[in-house]
């Protein structure tokens, strides 16, 4: 079976996680736990079923928001008679989105195989505790295989961990093609004067709130659609202008309805530190509907997209790479949309998912464990695999493949202390206050990782 730690609400947006849990729980039972909520007169377990997916949702009547040491412990014994009931008897896997989940998985899996799964750089966001990356540090000596979400994780972790593996987010190709095949509209969308310049996901720090303001006073006559929920801003903060459409989250269910309307789609990052590590999952749900992309600089959409998505910066060019793709004539829409296909072609969350269980297997088996969750032989994963003639040497900087699965060997590694986390680490509070478990571990007395689970997509 394969337990999970997120620190994302899995009913909060569909992304990275429920993408690839829902596909392992065709191979496997799997459980995800989430972060837990503080308050409440007991300590309890909260289970829900989603498809296949167990969701335990831990209750504690006291602690810090988000997983650290001060409820980590509390959380492996309220979850441990959920993954008793549903251990299958093979080798489990523990599989972890945020390393303050260290400590939280019950001693029975203390010889499962440990997969971190980098999909964002954490200690980046705000209000992260200033102890994560000594966390992180402390969960690549003690994972066998980890992944990362896109070419700057990869290249920031390649060297620290001798089986990284390089998985930018995937598309489900069919959901979002809609968009381009007469799907309906919905109206209070669809209302508003055309061209629709459209976004869709979480609105945060990482949004250029500046560039969307200056689009929107030069181009008066276009609609800029905002899709998502607004997270970790001030409302007082988001421009506001008769053009400028705040339309609030939508269920992932209905956004190819809603990419329909938009003629073309952006996403209009800032270049600071939130963002300098994201790979969009967003970008190719963009081209799989069939849209003109244009982005600001933003790496790894640089690296992996970069001949099919216009990349202006600033206001001016922003405006004229969006008139450009608006202009766009038909023999240029042909060619982008054949790339596209070239790229989606490459990208489904199935396949994804299936070379992520071969490796698992492989490594199970370079452990000397006989089971396999899969028969499929891993394939080697190389950083910029949808863009396989850039060398090296190119202009993206584009590293060469990955150390094979077959390195994980070197690790081999049974996690000791049930995954504990580093000894005698400290963190602060924004007041300063230091929080201090009794092993001397310390976590943020916070809700930092609620926030950052709103900035990963």
Not at 246 to 255: C, E, I, M, P, Q
Not at 277 to 290: D, H, N, R, V
Not at 336 to 355: C, K, Q, T, V, Y
Not at 418 to 434: E, I
């Amino acid at each position: 079976m394969l337990v999970c730690f997120s620190h994302l609400r899995w009913n909060f947006v569909w992304q990275r996680p429920q993408h690839l849990m829902a596909r392992f729980a065709k191979s496997m039972p799997v459980v995800v736990v989430e972060e837990p909520e503080i308050g409440g007169a007991s300590a309890h377990a909260e289970i829900a079923t989603f498809g296949q997916v167990t969701v335990v949702t831990p209750h504690l009547p006291s602690g810090s928001w988000g997983f650290g040491p001060r409820v980590n412990g509390a959380i492996a014994y309220l979850i441990e008679p959920v993954l008793a009931e549903l251990d299958d008897g093979r080798p489990p896997i523990v599989w972890l989105y945020t390393p303050m989940a260290l400590g939280a998985a019950p001693a029975a899996f203390a010889r499962g195989l440990v997969i971190y799964d980098a999909m964002d750089e954490l200690a980046n966001f705000r209000h992260a505790p200033s102890a994560l990356a000594e966390w992180e540090s402390s969960l690549l000596a003690r994972a066998d295989l980890v992944f990362a979400g896109g070419p700057s994780l990869f290249r920031a972790r390649r060297h620290r961990h001798p089986a990284v593996h390089c998985f930018p987010s995937g598309v489900e190709v069919e959901h979002f093609a809609a968009a381009a095949n007469g799907i309906a509209r919905p109206a209070d969308l669809n209302a508003r004067p055309k061209p629709i310049v459209g976004f869709y996901g979480v609105i945060d720090e990482r949004i250029d709130l500046a560039l969307i303001d200056a689009v929107a006073a030069h181009r008066p006559d276009w609609t800029q659609a905002m899709i998502g929920p607004v997270a970790k801003i001030a409302a007082a903060d988001l421009p506001r202008r008769p053009n400028i459409a705040w339309v609030g989250k939508r269920d992932n269910a209905r956004l190819p309805n809603d990419l329909a309307c938009f003629d073309v789609a952006i996403l209009p990052f800032a270049h600071n530190a939130a963002t300098r590590f994201i790979s969009p999952t967003k970008t190719l749900e963009y081209l799989a509907g069939g849209k003109p992309v244009v982005s600001t600089s933003i790496a790894d959409v640089v690296d992996l997209y970069g001949d099919v998505v216009r990349i202006a910066d600033g206001p001016a060019a922003f405006v004229h790479a969006v008139e450009a793709a608006l202009h766009e004539c038909p023999a240029a829409r042909a060619a982008r949309n054949e790339r596209a296909s070239e790229l989606l072609s490459d990208a489904s969350w199935d396949r994804i998912a299936a070379d992520m269980l071969a490796l698992m297997d492989a490594a199970l088996a370079a452990r000397g464990e006989r089971c396999s969750y899969t028969n499929t032989a891993p394939q080697a994963r190389h950083p910029d695999h949808r863009h396989p003639e850039r060398s090296a040497g190119s202009r993206h900087g584009v590293p060469a493949a990955p150390r094979s699965c077959a390195d994980a060997a070197v690790k081999n590694s049974v996690f000791h202390a049930v995954m504990a986390p580093p000894r005698g680490m400290t963190t602060q509070d924004d007041d300063g206050v230091v929080a201090q478990d009794d092993d001397g571990a310390g976590d943020r007395a916070g809700s930092w990782a609620e926030e950052a689970a709103c900035s990963t997509i």
